[in-house]
């Protein structure tokens, strides 16, 4: 088993699960109840990354139950509305807020009345307000995946300062990452609670309506290009600066 699956819960995994908990309707006791049930762990807490994963993913289950068995043609999918989900439970916003800024936006009363155009433009300002943040000193930079685009919220990296690049991916297709700079560094990439880690991770795939995280070190100054090679057109570039550069 990866060392990272025994690695403990998250600031981000916990601050997720009380927000979705909520979001549900569960109390305290409750929430501890379905922990306990699904894990054996009697807090919290105890939790390992992959426990804290599953967790999330059944409470997020119990907010997708709420949606109608049947989807309309041209709705938001229903990983693209978990996603919102996720995201808004990241912030710590309260269930009437996600919401209120789809009404605010596209004039909708539900997430569930989202197309799937709004859905990504939606998540993509999610983004924009800074949900993902590093916990372990990390720079952290942002990259949406949206309407076969790479749109990246800052491009530039420093020499030999440890980075993290978190993929958005709000289209409703699978899209690939991969870039020839990671070649021979030591690359972390975590996923849905599972970690893998090594040298020669050049590329990896992000899911519709999912997340991928990869950590790593630049080693070299200059251009790190980077393409989807499931749709040659999406290319995107960051830039690794020496230290000390403006």
């Excluded at 939606?122 to 924009?128: E, H, K, W």
């Excluded at 930079?141 to 491009?155: C, H, L, M, W």
């Excluded at 690939?176 to 070649?183: K, P, Q």
Aim: glycine share 10%; with cysteine.
């Amino acid at each position: 088993m990866p060392g990272g699956l025994r690695e403990g819960i998250s600031p981000r995994q916990l601050k997720a699960i009380w927000a979705l908990s909520h979001r549900v309707g569960l109390d305290d006791r409750e929430l501890h109840a379905m922990v306990t049930s699904r894990t054996g762990r009697v807090s919290l807490r105890e939790l390992r990354r992959a426990e804290a994963a599953a967790v999330i993913d059944e409470l997020l289950g119990k907010v997708g139950a709420r949606a109608p068995a049947r989807q309309k043609p041209g709705a938001a999918t229903r990983p693209q509305q978990a996603l919102l989900a996720r995201l808004a439970a990241e912030l710590e916003w309260p269930p009437e807020r996600l919401p209120a800024l789809a009404r605010r936006m596209y004039g909708t009363s539900t997430i569930r009345e989202l197309t799937v155009k709004q859905a990504s433009g939606l998540g993509a300002s999610l983004i924009g307000l800074g949900v993902v943040s590093a916990q372990d000193g990390r720079r952290s930079i942002e990259v949406t995946i949206q309407d076969f685009a790479f749109k990246v919220q800052a491009g530039t990296l420093q020499l030999h300062e440890p980075v993290r690049i978190v993929l958005h991916n709000v289209d409703e297709v699978q899209h690939g990452f991969t870039s020839e700079a990671l070649d021979g560094l030591e690359v972390r990439v975590e996923s849905e609670g599972v970690v893998t880690y090594g040298r020669g991770i050049k590329g990896l795939y992000v899911d519709p309506g999912t997340e991928v995280e990869v950590l790593f070190t630049p080693n070299k100054s200059g251009p790190v290009s980077f393409r989807c090679d499931l749709h040659p057109r999406m290319k995107g570039e960051l830039v690794v600066l020496t230290v000390g550069a403006a």
